[in-house]
């Protein structure tokens, strides 16, 4: 199975700061990448596919970036709905994996 | 709308039988995979399988091949993740989420609600 390596596992970051989550695979994974929020008590929300492509009604402050084993997600300009976990995921190849998650905390 | 709707929490013993659900509405639900996903608590997201409710073709990951039965009812738009005898470590929060695209490798873009299944004696 493919690994994926998420960093960092947790920050601390304030309103309007930029911040940057990132995704390695244990081999090549083209840019079959997506990335997720999850808010407590809910379910995942799809943010990006295809490594780079915004998923509609998701804001632009979102972006990912990368492709073959390094991945970067960034936002922009964190605003506090932003304070949740994410999760990066390979789906190149069966069993698809999910990185450990980040959770983005208040500082 | 497009959306998943999952069957309501569970409260099971070690050793039971358990079957959940998710429903598909407001899509072709033939058309496309069904995953499923389990969270334990506190813990990160851990991908268990898939089907294709069309022709019922399905992946497992190993971790749960064996373990956990994934199948579908396509007369009814409802996909299900079953065990036959229940253990404790199978306490956890699981969600059903349809894969984006009807061909090729793509994302989850919309997801259930979740089931909660607590096994407890």
């Known amino acids: 199975a493919i690994r994926i390596t998420q960093s960092p596992s947790s920050l601390s970051a304030s309103t309007g700061d930029r911040v940057t989550i990132t995704c390695r695979a244990s081999q090549g994974i083209s840019s079959y990448l997506a990335w997720y929020q999850q808010k407590p008590g809910k379910a995942p929300k799809l943010l990006i596919y295809a490594a780079s492509t915004l998923q509609s009604g998701v804001p632009s402050r979102f972006s990912g970036s990368g492709s073959g084993t390094d991945f970067t997600l960034t936002i922009s300009c964190l605003q506090s709905e932003d304070f949740a976990t994410y999760y990066c995921?390979?789906?190149?190849?069966?069993?698809?994996?999910f990185g450990q998650g980040t959770k983005v905390e208040i500082k | 709308e497009v959306q998943l709707v999952q069957s309501g929490a569970e409260v099971k013993k070690p050793g039971e039988s358990l079957k959940i659900s998710c429903k598909g509405s407001g899509y072709s639900f033939t058309s496309y995979w069904i995953g499923w996903v389990r969270q334990m608590p506190g813990k990160g997201l851990e991908w268990m399988g898939i089907?294709?409710?069309?022709?019922?073709?399905?992946r497992y990951s190993p971790s749960f091949q064996g373990q956990v039965t994934i199948s579908a009812d396509k007369s009814i738009s409802t996909a299900y993740l079953q065990w036959s005898s229940l253990k404790a470590s199978d306490t956890a929060m699981y969600y059903c989420?349809?894969?984006?695209?009807?061909?090729?490798?793509?994302?989850?873009?919309?997801w259930g609600q979740g089931t909660m299944v607590t096994v407890s004696s």
């Open positions: 089907i294709y409710p069309g022709d019922s073709d399905t």
């Open positions: 995921q390979q789906y190149y190849s069966y069993p698809w994996t």
């Open positions: 989420a349809r894969r984006r695209g009807p061909d090729g490798n793509d994302a989850f873009d919309i």
